[in-house]
C-alpha cells in the first residue's frame, strides 16, 4: 500500500504540473460550473452587478465624475464643435469652456439617480439571465442593463438633467452661446440652444461604460472579486 500511495502522489503531482495555473486553481476550488448551483450562479451575478454599478455610480456622480474622465467626459453637442474653432475666433472661447463645464457638473448632479433603477432591474435577474451573462461576454451584464433600464432611466434622468444643468448654469451658459453665434450675420446653421436631451443621452451613455468596465474588471482580475461567492461563480469561468 506504501508504494501505491508514493507511486499515486507522484502520478498526482506531475498531473499538476502539467496543468495550467487556471486549471489547477479551479481543481484546487473546486469552483467548475457543475459545482455550482442556480442560486450561487443567480445570487454571484446579482451580487457583481450591485458591485459594478455602485462603483460606477459613485464614480461618476463624484466631482470631475464625468468632467475629468476622458472615457466619459461630455464634449460639446456635435453641430456646436463643428463651430467651436469659429467660435472661438469670434471670442467666445471661455463661453465655450464653461458650457463644457457645465454640462459635465450636471450630469454628474443627476448620475445618483440611476443607481435605485439599477438595483431594481437586478433584483428582476432570472436564472436563465443569470446563466446567459455568465456565460456571455465582457460586458453581457452591462449589455442585460441597457436593455431593461434606458427608458426609465432616460425618463428619470431629462428632469434632474434639467434641473442640474440650471444648477450649475449650464443652460444659461449654452444658450447665450448659442444666441451669440446665431446672431453673427454669416452664420448659416443656427445652434439648437435645448441641452437637455443631448447630457441626458450622454450620461446615461457614460454610466454603462463605467458599469462595463466594473464588470471587465471582475471578470477578468480575481482580485476584484470581493466575496467567496464571487471568486466561486466567475472562476468557473476562468
Known sequence: MRISS????????FALLSCTASEVNKFIQG???????ESDVSAGLKEALVKGVSVGVESASSTDGFLGNELIRIALPE??????????KF??????????TTINRGAE????EAKPIFINAIKQLTIQDAWDILNGGDDAATQYLKSTTSDQLSELFKPH???SLNQVGA??????????????????????????GYVTDMAIDGL???????????????????????????????
Open 31 to 37: 469552483a467548475s460550473e457543475a459545482t455550482l448551483s
Open 91 to 100: 471670442g467666445l472661447g471661455n463661453e465655450v469652456d464653461k458650457v463644457i
Open 208 to 238: 454603462f461604460k463605467l458599469v462595463a468596465q466594473e464588470e471587465k474588471a471582475i471578470r477578468e482580475d480575481p482580485m476584484e472579486r470581493s466575496s467567496v461567492l464571487l471568486k466561486r461563480v466567475f472562476a468557473a469561468q476562468d
Open 6 to 13: 508514493r507511486i499515486f502522489g507522484i502520478l498526482f503531482i
Open 109 to 112: 448632479n443627476a448620475a445618483m
Open 171 to 196: 443652460t444659461k451658459h449654452y444658450g447665450e452661446l448659442a444666441n451669440a453665434y446665431n446672431r453673427v450675420p454669416t452664420t448659416k446653421n443656427k445652434l439648437n440652444p435645448d441641452l437637455n
Open 79 to 88: 453641430d456646436v464643435q463643428k463651430v467651436e474653432s469659429t467660435l472661438r
Open 161 to 163: 438633467i434639467q434641473e
